[in-house]
């Protein structure tokens, strides 16, 4: 564009050069002389170069060649002191890059629309009764029920998943582990998504289980179909094996499809999508009996969420009727729905987004505060130049677009600056994200986040730039003119405002680091929770069991026995343990219930016990060094022949017996049988641990030995047969044995090279969740907020002891000691600071309600945190401020006289 | 500051007038912007006087509003020069101008020459 313009201006010259030579040689044809023709032409064209300028005007581009000379003015202004600007952009980036990333996060978690059709119609319908909404889902008959009753619902489709990666499919490539899913045949249709190859399930009757003929079919996900197929276009038809059966490819689902898998991690995990096909056990009516499905159900348009559950409520008394216990209808007497949408994300992670947020808002504001801090200083240096300038010609208004297209430049460099901060940060916390927030993608630049970049540039040029301007568009030429030296600075009123952005910065950080400060408190006391066991020095490898591969052999000695045989044979290791889950795990969960017998008041009690399952080797006292409260652990003696034991926890006792009865009387009980005939004691119970979370007490738990779990028990298939984590005790370090122990889960078995490692301190953290991740969060945000604070403490102090140095100087020349100047200095700052820490104190108090939810042993208005970090910002204030106090105490009475 | 207000105020009044007289200037073929003004002086019995600040603005004026076009050509002095050309549209606002013109030109000549009546 400006090529153009300086074209088009080059021909304006050459048009006006053409005209004076035709004039001259006219002239000269009528007989003057050169020089006189010239004279003349030049005297009747007038001001050529006011002709091109006013022509100029007449022109649309002018606006753009006035935005293209602000622009390189300002370029230069700021390239002249680069300090300043260095500073402006760096201090503003550091808000921009944290609100950045704080809202991709959101953004992420929250905001991403979901691939269905209208998601917001989504509803998960969960029986609910006594015992709270049922998470395991209802039985096929339930579901039928509703969908025959309902008016509310268009349609219901059900589902079972697998979660993790528990199938084997294989490929081209060789295995692939895939999470499958077994879905009704309406599922897709509900969803309102199609396959993008191929079709889908084909529906065989109202209740929409699957035709038989698709029994044996599978549908792919794009992520499969394009890492084992190669993206065969012909897949379609094909014959694939999974876990050593066939099916046949009905189709590809499209791209980004992982229902019932969601969060944005699944973008690419492999899946297949099976075909319900209703069983026999499906229309039983007993406890346990009939397998339990997930429902979901579309809204009809009209009817609300609360509508929807009123209407179910009505009928479901009924529907639970056909159950033959009364213990079975009392728990799933009632109905509880929720948008699926809601059920993607916790409420309080929501919550806790929302402060983190906020947090960085805060961030940015006290960012953008303090480089306003730094403008107006500036500002005020300039005004001899800019008043300079406006004698010279410069309308106000140009001036005034000269200060915002410096605001423009300084404050999108910082979004620029910011932007590469927020992927820094992303990276920094990749893992945490990915386990609390199941995030995946570094920065992406989508929609939302450039728009959010855009007004974060957007307002932080009014904020900044906003005084500057202003005070130019109004100050008087001459009085600037004659003020004379530029440090003859601001008035009082200027003085008061820059004071109160100080003061608004103080209590903006000191809110930042109170947050701060709660949750550091909270990783103190969770961290210093008594877990019941080690947790150094452990290793843990997450296996997936390819259990298809042993059928018909016992895994316990096909399989787990050699293994761990193996892994105790390998260098510096002390002793490993094989067991279902390592407490805070939460990667695979049982519950155990008991199925009572008789109607007295203890079997009733004892039906309601919901236990943790847990499938365990001897070692693992050795591995994880917990204490028993009673009795024995499991040792090598207990084997398939031996007399079934189980072990139970402290909790468990205490939901058996109703109170704190003797732990021991438990002690020789029979509560399971491993199978026929083997009915098992209890010969220990184990001190109470955390098993879930740091935050959560003791559960009930009851656990069994693998080393005598047959095939024929009961347990068989859940206790071996679906996932397994090998936990190691070595002093030797990670990287060291990982290898090794990767080949020992090869040797066993090709399947377990793909196992996960980590360590169970990192499970530890992991399980802190939220609290971990938002505490180092606001470590930055909070520190990042102190450094910028005292950085305005003494940028402002500095400026006013510049400015006062004449008087200073008088001072001292009068007498004054060093003491009285310096506290003249300090008294400013501890009004700013006891200003400050008063409002900021009141702001924490009404702003840490927000973290309420992540906070652990510590409450949202704790005095001790909120004093000791006005503590901190105090001395951090007096010690900022004292550089520049003492630099008014050696001030120089004689030199600064002289200058005045 | 004064002197360009002043030059502007100038174009600003002579602006509808000066806009008619290039158009009807064109009529007789294509002209670079010397041209216009000499052929302005002569038929105006070099009663009219021309300013280029006035002219040029108003030639890149009318340019935009697609009244006349301009290409550069060689002069008959052998001369690069750039001549501007009347369009279609550039025709049709000149006879507006025209008839607008003697309209006024009959009204104001109505009220102007009416004796005063005692």
């Known amino acids: 564009m400006s090529w153009w313009f300086e074209k088009r201006k080059d021909e304006l010259d050459e048009e006006i050069r053409v005209h004076m030579a035709l004039d001259i040689a006219d002239r000269m044809s009528r007989?003057?002389?050169?020089?006189?023709?010239?004279?003349?032409?030049?005297?009747?064209?007038?001001?050529?170069?006011?002709?091109?300028?006013?022509?100029?005007?007449?022109?649309?581009?002018?606006?753009?060649?006035?935005?293209?000379?602000?622009?390189?003015?300002?370029?230069?202004?700021?390239?002249?002191?680069?300090?300043?600007?260095?500073?402006?952009?760096?201090?503003?980036?550091?808000?921009?890059?944290?609100?950045?990333?704080?809202?991709?996060?959101?953004?992420?978690?929250?905001?991403?629309?979901?691939?269905?059709?209208?998601?917001?119609?989504?509803?998960?319908?969960?029986?609910?009764?006594?015992?709270g909404p049922l998470s395991y889902g209802s039985p096929y008959l339930d579901i039928d029920q509703w969908r025959q009753r309902s008016r509310a619902f268009?349609?219901?489709?059900?589902?079972?998943?697998?979660?993790?990666?528990?199938?084997?499919?294989?490929?081209?490539?060789?295995?692939?582990?895939?999470?499958?899913?077994?879905?009704?045949?309406?599922?897709?249709?509900?969803?309102?998504?199609?396959?993008?190859?191929?079709?889908?399930?084909?529906?065989?009757?109202?209740?929409?289980?699957?035709?038989?003929?698709?029994?044996?079919?599978?549908?792919?996900?794009?992520?499969?179909?394009?890492?084992?197929?190669?993206?065969?276009?012909?897949?379609?038809?094909?014959?694939?094996?999974?876990?050593?059966?066939?099916?046949?490819?009905?189709?590809?689902?499209?791209?980004?499809?992982?229902?019932?898998?969601?969060?944005?991690?699944?973008?690419?995990?492999?899946?297949?999508?099976?075909?319900?096909?209703?069983?026999?056990?499906?229309?039983?009516?007993?406890?346990?009996?009939?397998?339990?499905?997930?429902?979901?159900?579309?809204?009809?348009?009209?009817?609300?969420?609360?509508?929807?559950?009123?209407?179910?409520?009505?009928?479901?008394?009924?529907?639970?009727?056909?159950?033959?216990?009364?213990?079975?209808?009392?728990?799933?007497?009632?109905?509880?729905?929720?948008?699926?949408?809601?059920?993607?994300?916790?409420?309080?992670?929501?919550?806790?987004?929302?402060?983190?947020?906020?947090?960085?808002?805060?961030?940015?504001?006290?960012?953008?505060?303090?480089?306003?801090?730094?403008m107006w200083a500036r500002a005020l240096g300039r005004r001899r130049e800019l008043a300079v300038r406006s004698a010279l010609g410069a309308s106000r208004w140009q001036i005034v677009e000269h200060l915002l297209m410096e605001g423009i430049l300084l404050s999108g460099c910082a979004s620029l600056l910011g932007l590469g901060l927020a992927a820094g940060i992303l990276k920094l916390f990749q893992h945490g994200l990915e386990t609390q927030y199941k995030i995946h993608e570094s920065l992406t630049l989508n929609l939302p986040v450039l728009g959010a970049l855009l007004a974060l540039t957007v307002a932080g040029v009014l904020l900044i730039s906003a005084w500057p301007t202003f005070a130019a568009a109004r100050a008087s030429i001459d009085t600037a003119l004659r003020q004379g030296s530029p440090q003859q600075g601001m008035g009082r009123a200027q003085r008061r405002m820059r004071a109160v952005l100080v003061v608004t910065e103080i209590a903006l950080s000191l809110t930042l680091l109170v947050g701060c400060g709660l949750l550091l408190r909270t990783i103190y006391a969770l961290k210093h929770v008594p877990l019941g066991f080690r947790t150094e020095h452990i290793v843990v490898a997450n296996m997936t069991i390819p259990s298809y591969k042993f059928a018909g052999r016992d895994m316990t000695t096909a399989l787990y026995q050699p293994l761990v045989d193996r892994v105790k044979g390998l260098p510096g290791v002390e002793s490993a343990t094989l067991l279902t889950d390592v407490p805070l795990g939460n990667t695979f969960r049982m519950i155990f219930t008991f199925s009572p017998k008789g109607n007295s008041a203890d079997a009733i009690r004892r039906a309601a016990i919901e236990a943790q399952f847990r499938a365990v080797s001897p070692e693992m006292q050795q591995v994880f060094g917990f204490q028993m409260l009673r009795g024995r652990f499991f040792n090598a003696g207990d084997t398939q022949t031996s007399q079934a034991v189980v072990v139970v926890n402290r909790a468990f006792v205490r939901a058996y017996f109703g109170d704190d009865r003797d732990p021991s009387k438990i002690?020789?009980?029979?509560?399971?049988?491993?199978?026929?005939?083997?009915?098992?004691?209890?010969?220990?119970?184990?001190?109470?641990?955390?098993?879930?979370?740091?935050?959560?007490?003791?559960?009930?738990?009851?656990?069994?030995?693998?080393?005598?779990?047959?095939?024929?028990?009961?347990?068989?298939?859940?206790?071996?047969?679906?996932?397994?984590?090998?936990?190691?005790?070595?002093?030797?370090?990670?990287?060291?044995?990982?290898?090794?122990?990767?080949?020992?889960?090869?040797?066993?078995?090709?399947?377990?090279?793909?196992?996960?490692?980590?360590?169970?301190d990192q499970v530890v953290e992991d399980s802190f969740g939220s609290q971990n991740l938002a505490a180092h969060l606001l470590e930055i945000f909070g520190g990042s907020a102190l450094l910028l604070c005292l950085a305005g403490i003494y940028g402002l102090l500095s400026y006013l002891v510049a400015q006062r140095r004449q008087e200073i100087g008088l001072r001292i020349a009068l007498g004054a000691q060093q003491w009285n100047v310096m506290s003249l200095v300090l008294r400013q700052a501890g009004w700013m600071l006891v200003a400050g820490l008063g409002i900021g104190l009141g702001m924490a108090y009404l702003g840490t309600r927000a973290l309420r939810t992540l906070l652990y042993g510590v409450k949202a208005d704790d005095p001790w945190t909120a004093g000791a970090v006005a503590l901190v910002l105090l001395v951090g204030g007096l010690a900022a401020s004292l550089v520049p106090a003492r630099r008014a105490a050696r001030v120089d009475p004689a030199e600064a006289l002289r200058a005045e | 500051m004064m002197g360009r207000n002043g030059?502007?105020?100038?174009?600003?009044?002579?602006?509808?007038?000066?806009?008619?007289?290039?158009?009807?200037?064109?009529?007789?073929?294509?002209?670079?912007?010397?041209?216009?003004?000499?052929?302005?002086?002569?038929?105006?019995?070099?009663?009219?006087?021309?300013?280029?600040?006035?002219?040029?603005?108003?030639?890149?004026?009318?340019?935009?509003?697609?009244?006349?076009?301009?290409?550069?050509?060689?002069?008959?002095?052998?001369?690069?020069?750039?001549?501007?050309?009347?369009?279609?549209?550039?025709?049709?606002?000149?006879?507006?101008?025209?008839?607008?013109?003697?309209?006024?030109?009959?009204?104001?000549?109505?009220?102007?020459?009416?004796?005063?009546?005692?």
């Open chain 1, 154 to 374: 268009s349609q219901i489709a059900f589902y079972s998943s697998n979660t993790g990666r528990a199938s084997f499919l294989e490929g081209t490539a060789g295995t692939l582990h895939v999470g499958s899913a077994t879905v009704s045949a309406n599922l897709f249709d509900l969803l309102g998504v199609h396959p993008a190859l191929g079709r889908g399930f084909s529906v065989r009757d109202a209740g929409n289980s699957v035709k038989a003929d698709d029994e044996h079919s599978l549908l792919l996900s794009d992520a499969v179909w394009r890492a084992n197929y190669g993206a065969d276009a012909g897949i379609v038809g094909k014959t694939v094996v999974m876990n050593g059966e066939r099916f046949s490819v009905l189709g590809v689902m499209p791209r980004g499809f992982t229902f019932p898998f969601a969060g944005s991690n699944t973008n690419g995990m492999p899946l297949v999508w099976k075909p319900l096909v209703l069983k026999d056990e499906d229309v039983l009516r007993s406890h346990n009996a009939a397998p339990y499905y997930d429902a979901l159900g579309r809204l009809r348009p009209g009817f609300t969420l609360a509508a929807a559950e009123a209407e179910l409520k009505v009928f479901q008394p009924d529907v639970v009727k056909s159950y033959s216990e009364p213990r079975d209808r009392e728990i799933a007497n009632s109905i509880s729905l929720r948008r699926y949408t809601d059920s993607l994300i916790d409420g309080d992670v929501r919550k806790a987004l929302f402060a983190l947020l906020g947090a960085s808002a805060l961030l940015w504001l006290i960012a953008c505060l303090n480089a306003t801090s730094l």
């Open chain 1, 31 to 131: 007989g003057e002389s050169r020089e006189q023709a010239e004279t003349e032409a030049a005297r009747e064209f007038g001001n050529a170069a006011l002709v091109e300028d006013v022509t100029h005007e007449s022109w649309r581009w002018r606006r753009l060649e006035r935005f293209a000379n602000d622009l390189r003015y300002a370029l230069r202004a700021l390239r002249r002191s680069s300090g300043f600007s260095i500073t402006v952009i760096a201090t503003m980036a550091v808000g921009v890059g944290a609100t950045c990333a704080m809202f991709s996060v959101v953004d992420g978690v929250l905001l991403r629309p979901l691939p269905f059709k209208d998601p917001g119609g989504l509803v998960e319908i969960h029986e609910s009764g006594k015992k």
């Open chain 1, 667 to 760: 002690l020789g009980e029979n509560l399971v049988s491993l199978g026929k005939d083997r009915r098992a004691l209890v010969v220990g119970v184990l001190d109470d641990e955390r098993q879930v979370s740091v935050a959560q007490s003791s559960l009930p738990e009851i656990e069994v030995c693998i080393p005598q779990i047959t095939p024929e028990s009961m347990f068989y298939k859940v206790a071996e047969g679906m996932s397994m984590d090998l936990a190691v005790r070595s002093q030797r370090s990670i990287s060291l044995i990982t290898p090794e122990l990767r080949e020992a889960l090869r040797t066993a078995s090709p399947d377990l090279s793909a196992s996960t490692f980590s360590t169970m």
């Open chain 2, 7 to 118: 030059y502007r105020n100038r174009v600003e009044l002579l602006q509808g007038t000066l806009d008619m007289l290039i158009l009807r200037t064109l009529q007789w073929g294509p002209a670079h912007g010397y041209g216009i003004v000499q052929a302005l002086r002569t038929q105006s019995g070099e009663a009219l006087q021309v300013e280029t600040g006035s002219l040029y603005p108003a030639l890149h004026r009318l340019e935009r509003q697609g009244w006349v076009r301009s290409e550069w050509k060689q002069s008959e002095a052998n001369q690069r020069a750039r001549y501007y050309r009347i369009t279609a549209t550039g025709k049709k606002q000149l006879a507006q101008d025209l008839s607008r013109w003697e309209q006024m030109v009959a009204v104001m000549g109505g009220i102007l020459k009416s004796t005063p009546t005692e």
